[in-house]
């Protein structure tokens, strides 16, 4: 049995040809990890070719596991872009890797998709009658194991789905970051890869809001036909509801995207009511509130300090149930005309975890260009950035300060 440092993991990876997955006792700073070769198959299942175990020596860093469920085109590269944005840095794919690589790499954090665990390609799926959404077409396992093998430190080679040509690429070294996230169909979907999770989002976008984007991207910059967007949207529904909408039960937070109330049956999908829906009693998260904690409160900020059109804006706040569990849900209807503005909200947010006066309002300037960013959808996006650099803060602080607290014992 091979005994490697974290650092070393590269290396390791490329001599991966110890086939003996042999039980062994491991020592306290030990970790066993799964490597699995995979091939890619053309109109086939990308099967793995067994696995090989090493132990390793974990790094004294972990990293923090963040998951990012939503359907295809709900928002999800858009958050993450914000998300990157409250680390600093912009995030890339890997340098020199495959053009197609659905990963971007920034200096904190790691963002993987989990298409890449597809494990029927575009052919075998129609071959075979099942949608992407299906969890028959995607290999859990694999997923489970090398999540958890970045958790502990070590590095693993990841497939690649490419969706340009909808094969099962050759494998990506991904490295363990500070902070790693999963982000697509299934992050919560597997009971193993959901227990990897230190925090988990859930994007809820209704039917009528998912149309609406759907038919400004697909239809707009992409040449779509609108029945061609509408037949898309009916085929995935039935594996939607099935497998992917019940995971945000699971979720720490969820964004609910809504038509407006604000303008009586509305169908233009412009204006969004949007839900910010925060889980009570979540290690290192505490939700955000209006004015007082745990009061009902409605408010409409338009007046003197905040410049509203036609059809205003208005927030609520109050504790609530969600699946079963308490929660807090903060909820802003409506649109905003000026970004600069943005203070006067802020400043009555509290919990929100800025490191000074105004950061969210930044950071929405910042991206002033990002979809949603006149909206509830880019406010929340960015609070729950800053909440999940809070979270990822507070697990590193007390980790380190574990040793400490027992010398002092
Ligand atoms: N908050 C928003 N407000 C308005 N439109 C939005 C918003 N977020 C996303 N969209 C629309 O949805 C499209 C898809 O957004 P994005 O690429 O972030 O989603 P995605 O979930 O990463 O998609 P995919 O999984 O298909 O790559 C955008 O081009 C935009 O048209
Ligand atoms: O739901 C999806 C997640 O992004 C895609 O439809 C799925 O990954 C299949 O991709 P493609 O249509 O490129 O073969």
Request: hydrophobic letters at 35%; charged letters at 25%.
């Amino acid at each position: 049995m091979a005994v490697c440092s974290a650092y070393t993991t590269q290396s390791l990876n490329s001599t991966c040809s110890i086939s003996t997955p042999a039980k062994t006792h491991l020592g306290f700073h030990q970790k066993q990890v799964v490597f699995y070769r995979r091939s890619s198959k053309r109109g086939g299942s990308g099967s793995s070719s067994g696995p090989c175990v090493i132990t390793c020596s974990a790094g004294d860093s972990q990293t923090v596991v963040i998951g990012l469920a939503a359907d295809s085109g709900c928002g999800k590269s858009t958050f993450m872009r914000r998300l990157t944005s409250v680390f600093g840095g912009a995030a890339e794919p890997p340098k020199g890797g495959n053009p197609d690589s659905n990963t971007l790499i920034s200096d904190m954090t790691t963002v993987i998709c989990l298409d890449d665990y597809h494990s029927l390609d575009r052919t075998g799926r129609k071959e075979k009658g099942v949608t992407a959404l299906d969890p028959r077409a995607n290999d859990f396992d694999l997923m489970y194991e090398q999540v958890k093998a970045i958790k502990s430190g070590v590095a693993v080679d990841k497939p690649i789905y490419n969706h340009v040509t909808g094969l099962l690429d050759p494998p990506e070294l991904i490295q363990p970051p500070k902070i790693l996230v999963i982000e697509g169909l299934h992050p919560m979907f597997d009971e193993r890869v959901r227990d990897l999770l230190d925090f988990s989002i859930y994007l809820d976008i209704s039917n009528e809001v998912k149309f609406a984007w759907k038919i400004q991207r697909d239809m707009a910059e992409r040449g779509h036909s609108l029945e061609s967007i509408k037949a898309s949207i009916e085929a995935r529904k039935p594996d939607f509801d099935a497998y992917i909408d019940p995971q945000k039960k699971y979720a720490d937070a969820v964004i609910e995207v809504l038509p407006t109330q604000l303008i009586p049956d509305d169908n233009e999908g412009k204006v969004l009511r949007v839900r910010l829906i925060m889980k009570e009693g979540v290690k290192h998260f505490s939700p955000v509130y209006l004015f007082d904690e745990g009061s009902t409160i409605s408010w409409i900020p338009c007046g003197r300090k905040l410049t509203c059109s036609y059809p205003g804006i208005k927030f609520h706040y109050g504790p609530d149930t969600y699946f079963g569990n308490e929660v807090s849900i903060l909820e802003m209807d409506g649109q905003f005309d000026r970004l600069d503005e943005l203070i006067y909200v802020e400043s009555h947010l509290s919990n929100i975890s800025t490191k000074f006066y105004g950061e969210v309002t930044q950071q929405m300037l910042k991206h002033a260009d990002f979809p949603g960013s006149n909206n509830g959808t880019g406010l929340f996006q960015t609070i729950v950035g800053l909440k999940i650099r809070d979270l990822y803060e507070q697990i590193t602080s007390s980790k380190t300060a574990a040793p400490l607290e027992a010398t002092k014992a």
